[in-house]
């Protein structure tokens, strides 16, 4: 284990550091190499070179068309480009959405939001290992469903939903498939033909890449409506001056993520070996029921004797850990997906390497 006098950064679920390859990469397109992607001078090109490097990279990471592949500030606002633009663009196609209770609240909130607006939405439960039932999920569709919308894996309990099964039953039933790929993509294996997904998000600062910069996967043929207007930048979909920097940074993450997968689930693997040895031979915590479908840089731990905030707080174990999502930071409730899981959600914590 780490030294005890040393703080052990075990919450990469929320953040990871930028690898210095990646931090590398950038740093020229912060000051020589400034100019904008649009101009078309010799400065101009060489950033949408670097741009279209980049836009090369994240496709070869999960298997799709480099047309196919939007920047975005983060997974939150690609779930909104995709969740708000399809409805605008298909509203008159349908109005039913179906998604599951444990999902992201990027994805709830989205939900809520268009439920205000008259789109019909239903929330899949889970069971108590955190999977949806496909039969639920085929029940559910209706002649007015148009998008399907469930993560791959879920950000607070590492939990992987069947999501090859899923796209092929929205395939069979013609309607749109998004999912939430945050915690996915660079853990495992994505692929976006194989799991017939039409659109999927994620971040670049889950990768080992810089925070404020996404992606938004969206299938050819697939039509979503921008909501940021002002420019053609992102084929039309999201106007502004292209963030260079950022761009070439997780375009660098994804080359590198693709490329060291396998080692770095080898190396998951024993650090998590190593975590639940140590809670476990020290009475600390017990493994919930659900540990043995988890992504293996995500585990979670059933304190035996506090809750998890007085153990996080707790100066006794110097560890950087969470208690659910790190879009709750602040809020101190205890998380809507081990509610759905736990009878003791209080007691849970999350750890992830």
């Not at 506090?306 to 205890?334: P, R, T, W």
Request: net charge negative; proline share 2%.
């Amino acid at each position: 284990m780490e030294n005890n006098n040393l703080i052990a950064y075990w919450d990469n679920a929320a953040s990871t550091m930028v690898d210095k390859r990646v931090l590398e990469s950038m740093l020229p397109y912060f000051s020589e190499l400034y100019g904008n992607s649009s101009s078309s001078h010799h400065y101009g090109s060489i950033a949408k070179s670097a741009i279209d490097e980049a836009r090369e990279n994240v496709s070869n990471l999960i298997n799709a068309q480099t047309k196919e592949i939007i920047f975005t500030s983060g997974a939150t606002e690609s779930i909104n480009l995709a969740l708000k633009g399809f409805i605008e663009e298909n509203f008159e196609s349908g109005n039913h959405i179906i998604t599951v209770k444990s999902e992201h609240k990027a994805v709830l909130e989205s939900c809520e939001y268009l439920e205000k607006r008259g789109i019909s939405v239903t929330y899949l439960d889970v069971d108590e290992n955190g999977h949806i039932s496909l039969n639920d999920l085929k029940e559910s569709i209706t002649s007015r469903t148009i998008l399907i919308a469930i993560m791959y894996v879920n950000n607070e309990v590492g939990v992987i939903q069947p999501i090859k099964e899923i796209g092929q039953i929205a395939k069979e039933n013609s309607v749109a498939f998004f999912c939430d790929a945050t915690q996915a993509i660079g853990k495992i294996n994505v692929d976006v033909i194989e799991d017939n997904i039409d659109m999927l998000a994620f971040s670049g600062h889950k990768i080992y890449g810089p925070k404020g910069i996404g992606v938004l996967y969206k299938r050819n043929g697939i039509s979503i409506a921008p909501l940021i207007h002002g420019g053609n930048q992102e084929f039309s979909l999201r106007a502004g001056t292209s963030n260079t920097p950022l761009i070439v940074g997780i375009g660098k993450a994804s080359l590198l993520a693709k490329n060291e997968i396998h080692v770095r689930q080898e190396n998951a693997i024993k650090k998590r070996i190593e975590i639940i040895e140590h809670f476990i031979n020290n009475e600390i915590g017990i493994l919930p029921k659900w540990e043995k479908f988890q992504i293996p840089n995500i585990l979670n731990i059933e304190l035996i004797s506090c809750n998890s905030i007085d153990f996080m707080n707790s100066q006794i174990y110097k560890m950087a850990i969470s208690n659910g999502s790190a879009c709750n930071s602040g809020l101190f409730e205890v998380s809507h997906v081990f509610r759905l899981l736990s009878k003791r959600p209080e007691n849970i914590i999350r750890i992830s390497f």
